[in-house]
């Protein structure tokens, strides 16, 4: 791998993972298209070092507050305030996921990164999301939820594992769902990724710098990625403020029938 291709994988993994179009998919479609050897998912999961590096910094003031809510709920073994039920409703959404991910790991490296599944998956879930973000209340914050809403929010991102159907897509789509605002949806979607990216991070980064050692191509890859991350968070919030989700759906809709399309027009 060189230098280029790691940073334009790197680039649309920070874009792809906190904007709702799949960020395994991309990851997967982009050597496919071009001719690239596939580095893999072992790779793929090194580059979200670069985004645990941007939701970490982007919500750096927010993190300190969930630590320190955290602490008072271990002492206490309550959770009174909005901060620390947060913190509590941040790890029984991450459960779901974990499960999903230690349950799928081998399919997720192999069957399930099929271009036709990435495709399906793309145009499914952007139908499901613009059906969803279209007709759902826009009138729930996120000091206005409940463990309930944590934990199906968190059942979401079990469908996550598969490729196309994007980790925020997913979570998102389930925030709306129930009701929370556009940017409520996505800052809880945001914030529940880093707990999940880091656990993968931990259990697959070594297997990246096994293969290909404190590499150019990998510090590259991971610096793109930490970048474009933070540009993805920011424009993401700001956008949703005015505007839905559609523009999002419709690009995985269109990208996934052309996935499908270049799939069997080369049979």
């Known amino acids: 791998?060189?230098?280029?291709?790691?940073?334009?994988?790197?680039?649309?993994?920070?874009?792809?993972?906190?904007?709702?179009?799949?960020?395994?998919?991309?990851?997967?479609l982009a050597p496919w298209i071009m001719g690239w050897d596939d580095p893999?998912?072992?790779?793929?999961?090194?580059?979200?070092?670069?985004?645990?590096?941007?939701?970490?910094?982007?919500?750096?003031?927010t993190w300190l507050d969930l630590a320190r809510a955290a602490v008072e709920v271990l002492a206490t073994r309550r959770a009174r305030t909005p901060m620390q039920r947060r913190a509590v409703f941040l790890v029984l959404a991450t459960i779901p996921g974990a499960i999903a991910g230690l349950a799928f790991e081998k399919q997720a490296d192999s069957t399930l990164r099929s271009p036709v599944v990435i495709g399906v998956a793309l145009a499914v879930v952007g139908v499901v999301l613009w059906v969803v973000d279209r007709a759902a209340r826009q009138t729930r914050e996120l000091d206005g939820m409940t463990w309930k809403d944590a934990l199906l929010i968190g059942v979401t991102q079990m469908f996550a594992i598969i490729p196309g159907v994007s980790r925020s897509g997913a979570t998102i789509t389930g925030g709306r769902a129930l009701g929370l605002t556009r940017e409520d949806a996505a800052v809880f979607s945001f914030l529940m990724s880093m707990p999940i990216i880091a656990a993968a991070a931990v259990l697959k980064v070594p297997d990246a710098v096994h293969a290909m050692g404190f590499s150019a191509p990998l510090l590259a890859g991971v610096l793109a990625s930490a970048v474009s991350g933070w540009l993805?968070?920011?424009?993401?919030?700001?956008?949703?403020?005015?505007r839905s989700y559609f523009a999002f759906a419709l690009y995985r809709v269109l990208l996934g029938v052309a996935m499908l399309w270049l799939v069997f027009s080369r049979r």
């Open 232 to 242: 993805a968070i920011g424009f993401l919030l700001r956008f949703v403020q005015t």
């Open 40 to 61: 893999g998912l072992a790779f793929d999961v090194a580059l979200h070092v670069g985004t645990l590096i941007a939701i970490f910094w982007y919500f750096r003031r």
């Open 1 to 28: 791998m060189t230098v280029f291709q790691a940073i334009i994988l790197g680039i649309l993994q920070g874009l792809a993972e906190f904007l709702p179009i799949s960020s395994s998919a991309h990851l997967t």
